[in-house]
């Protein structure tokens, strides 16, 4: 089990209500206003327990409880898990959310007309690996960095830490006998990504951090903890390469077979989002390698990480910072192309906002002398270039209209072409007609199962089909990423948008929890985008979609997706319902239901052409549900009979 989960697993348990602050599982509300959506339809057929969640060996987190869910057959069944009663929904299904047993196995018994059924679930309930003193102390063994293959240039610097008691002394004691201290600093669980961040001191730990030369004596070396007569050794699990000092490598971007491009990461793998995206040709400057990864020096303080499959190391060496020359405005009928000439092909991160777009080039030096804006253009309403930070040249264009998305290219030449979408030209009174609107219906591969074995492929599917009949009702030409149920690649996917000229892409989807979050406590609705352009589709799709369904408003994220990370469109991922509750996973299969969410797509894709194309109101957030107050168990449920 990585830290994270570890961590995550402390915060977890320590934010646990306990038995006597929690309500009965048939006194918990949906937090679907009352009415908001359909009452599940009753279903009464044979007994017949089918356990969905968690799978036959499932590997689960030290969470304090967690979520069992499935069907009974018969909204007539009794249901109790591990001795307490739990209901059963109309149609059969059922969600529990208990402690997790001390014995790992789920013990589940239905009753229904005198018969009985009774299955278990064994579950591995993962711990974190604890290397303990006679003393008490102890070390977090997988928190322990750095860890695997690494290759770096003699006396390259590298992040040493470990979590670990507090109050100990802790030093990396090198191969020939030197020690190095670390410095402590407090330990914290965090949970972000469900509801509101929270955050919690592991008081009994200590984060001991520093920073050491890459050498030879890093081979064989180990940290060491001492507290008072006890101490601990843990060997550093480092295999190091070491290069000369200064070593440095070109390289070439290969990119990724569908789409030519490579992403970068600011901090090494596995857990990083992805920043910055450069095109076939990209030349970059690696300085370095751990599992999988190339470290590339992008400025002085500052790298990436990249895959080693999407890049071709060269030669040996850095070529020194490349001279940027004239820049220029150049207008189309679909986009303006600022047009950047370099003497190498240099990386680069493009940040874009609504109404201005900055190109900043690393290892760079201006030589720039003219910068054209080109012919009058509504568009464009001017061109500059500034000095950056360090090495860097920052090229910017502020923009009269709206920025509707972006894509840069080598040319043969050795420029960057970084085009620049007009906005498309529409009709207020018909604003989707002509257009090209990319619809994704999510997944497979992967997704969400409910608890009468409902997949979220399927549902995202049939949402997506009613979409596609009302975006062409009104004029639209459609692109399906996924018009079946044949499976289509992630990577795929914006591909097949980008290419298809498409003004707006959707992806479809529904949520899931993974195991420790209370399903009724953070259920809802929520949409993402990844560039700044494409907030305000997020925004307006969300209030759509509460205002249609009644759900609690998640708000809006920017998150690392495949999909929003398209940048020639706006894009977002919404996700309308939680599959895993009952209510909602029965809504997702009637017909009424995802006709509505359908037209809540439609209307929020609407409302954001009005609103960036003029004439529309700003897409403020939905009004807030009110609920009514959860009620308190007077005593708890019984077990079987």
């Known amino acids: 089990m990585t830290a994270r989960r570890a961590a995550l697993a402390a915060l977890l348990a320590a934010c646990a209500p306990t038995a006597r602050e929690r309500a009965p599982m048939h006194a918990i509300p949906s937090p679907v206003a009352r009415g908001a959506l359909p009452p599940i339809p009753f279903v009464d057929g044979p007994l017949a327990l089918d356990v969905v969640y968690p799978p036959e060996g499932a590997s689960i987190p030290p969470v304090p409880r967690t979520f069992v869910f499935g069907s009974t057959g018969s909204g007539r069944a009794r249901l109790w898990i591990q001795g307490v009663r739990v209901p059963v929904a109309p149609n059969g299904a059922f969600l529990a959310f208990l402690p997790l047993p001390p014995d790992g196995v789920w013990r589940l018994e239905a009753e229904r007309a005198g018969i009985r059924q009774r299955v278990e679930r064994r579950v591995r309930v993962e711990r974190p690996a604890v290397l303990r003193s006679t003393g008490g102390l102890e070390v977090w063994t997988e928190t322990v960095e750095p860890r695997g293959d690494w290759a770096l240039p003699e006396g ?95 390289a070439h971007v290969l990119g990724r077979p569908d789409d030519g491009q490579a992403l970068a990461t600011p901090a090494p793998p596995p857990a990083a989002p992805y920043h910055w995206l450069w095109p076939t040709g990209t030349e970059l400057v690696v300085t370095g390698r751990r599992e999988g990864a190339w470290r590339v020096r992008l400025v002085p303080g500052l790298e990436a990480w990249v895959d080693t499959a999407w890049v071709r190391r060269g030669l040996a060496g850095a070529a020194p910072p490349s001279a940027v020359g004239a820049v220029r405005l150049q207008p189309d009928s679909e986009a303006v192309v600022l047009r950047v000439r370099v003497e190498r092909r240099v990386p680069f991160h493009v940040e874009a906002d609504i109404r201005r777009v900055r190109l900043r080039l690393y290892d760079a030096v201006a030589r720039t002398n003219w910068a054209y804006e080109g012919p009058a253009d509504p568009f464009v309403a001017g061109l500059r270039w500034e ?134 406590a953070h259920a809802g609705t929520t949409a993402f985008y990844y560039h700044l352009f494409a907030a305000d589709l997020a925004r307006c799709l969300q209030r759509a979609l509460v205002h249609a369904l009644g759900t609690r408003d998640l708000g809006v994220a920017r998150a690392d997706l495949a999909l929003p990370r398209t940048s020639w469109m706006p894009a977002v991922l919404t996700e309308s319902l939680f599959l895993m509750l009952p209510d909602h996973e029965a809504a997702l299969r009637d017909p009424a239901v995802q006709e509505r969410i359908a037209r809540a797509h439609r209307d929020g894709l609407l409302a954001f052409l009005r609103q960036r194309l003029g004439g529309g109101p700003p897409c403020a957030p939905a009004p807030v549900t009110r609920q009514a107050p959860m009620p308190r168990p007077s005593r708890p449920p019984s077990g079987p009979s």
């Not at 030093?171 to 949970?191: I, M, Q, S």
Request: hydrophobic share 45%; aromatic share 4%; proline share 11%.
């Open 156 to 250: 390259a610097p590298l992040a040493v830490g470990v979590r670990a008691s507090a109050g100990a002394d802790a030093v990396l004691r090198l191969a020939d006998g030197r020690e190095l201290p670390l410095e402590p600093r407090p330990a914290w669980a965090r949970v972000e990504g469900f509801g509101p961040e929270r955050a919690e001191r592991l008081a009994e730990l200590a984060d001991y951090r520093g920073l050491v030369p890459a050498g030879a004596a890093l081979r064989g070396a180990a940290l060491v903890l001492r507290r008072g007569p006890d101490r601990l050794v843990v060997p550093l699990p480092l295999r190091l390469e070491l290069w000369p000092a200064e070593t440095a490598w070109r």
């Open 387 to 520: 000095v950056g930070p360090g090495p860097t040249v920052d090229v910017v264009v502020d923009l009269a209209e709206p920025l509707w998305g972006w894509r840069a290219a080598w040319t043969s030449d050795d420029a960057l072409e970084l085009r620049l979408r007009r906005p498309p030209r529409v009709d207020p009174a018909r604003p989707l007609a002509g257009l090209r609107i990319a619809v994704d219906a999510g997944h497979p591969p992967l997704g969400a199962t409910g608890p009468t074995r409902l997949r979220e492929a399927d549902a995202n599917l049939a949402i997506a089909r009613r979409l596609v009949r009302l975006l062409r009702a009104d004029g639209a030409e459609v692109v399906e990423t996924r018009p079946d149920t044949t499976a289509v690649p992630l990577t795929l996917r914006p591909v097949r948008a980008t290419r298809a000229g498409a003004h707006l892409l959707v992806s479809i989807h529904n949520n899931a929890f993974p195991d420790g979050v209370d399903p009724w």
